[in-house]
């Protein structure tokens, strides 16, 4: 059985710019197909991409959930650990619900700091000689 091949090939950004500045240029679209071996009807959803988002490639959209904490949250929460160094995440989720109105977990506010750098310490108590 011979290999079954593709139809479709993958078109470099760089030629659906082309696309654009010669049809910008005032080249009709079956000039440009000639010219780039590009099927017209990729060539009018090149240009349709263009007119409506500006980008000749689609951007995918947003993955995952939208983060809980905003940038401004977690500047709030980094203003109170500068001001003080040894606060507990249970005094920061207090401090957050009553400053800003955001109620989040612990862990949440945990790992947010973690992907902002803050490590996590760890209390000892002071030996006894």
């Known amino acids: ?17 082309l696309v654009i500045t010669m049809s910008t240029k005032g080249m009709p679209n079956k000039a440009i ?3 780039t071996n590009i099927g017209e009807s990729t060539i009018k959803r090149i240009k349709r ?19 809980i904490l905003s940038s401004l949250d977690l500047e709030y929460l980094e203003a109170l650990i500068e001001r003080q160094p040894d606060i507990f995440l249970s005094e920061l989720k207090i401090a957050l619900e009553e400053g800003r ?26 030996e006894t000689v």
Request: aromatic share 10%; charged share 25%; with cysteine.
């Open 101 to 126: 109105g955001v109620d989040v977990d612990e862990t949440t506010i945990s790992r947010s700091l973690l992907r902002r750098g803050w490590t996590r310490k760890q209390v000892r108590c002071p």
């Open 49 to 67: 991409l263009w007119y409506t988002t500006g980008y000749v490639v689609a951007r995918p959209a947003t993955n995952g959930r939208p983060p």
């Open 33 to 35: 197909a000639a010219a």
């Open 1 to 17: 059985m011979p290999p079954t091949q593709n139809k479709y090939r993958y078109i470099y950004p760089a030629e659906k710019r």
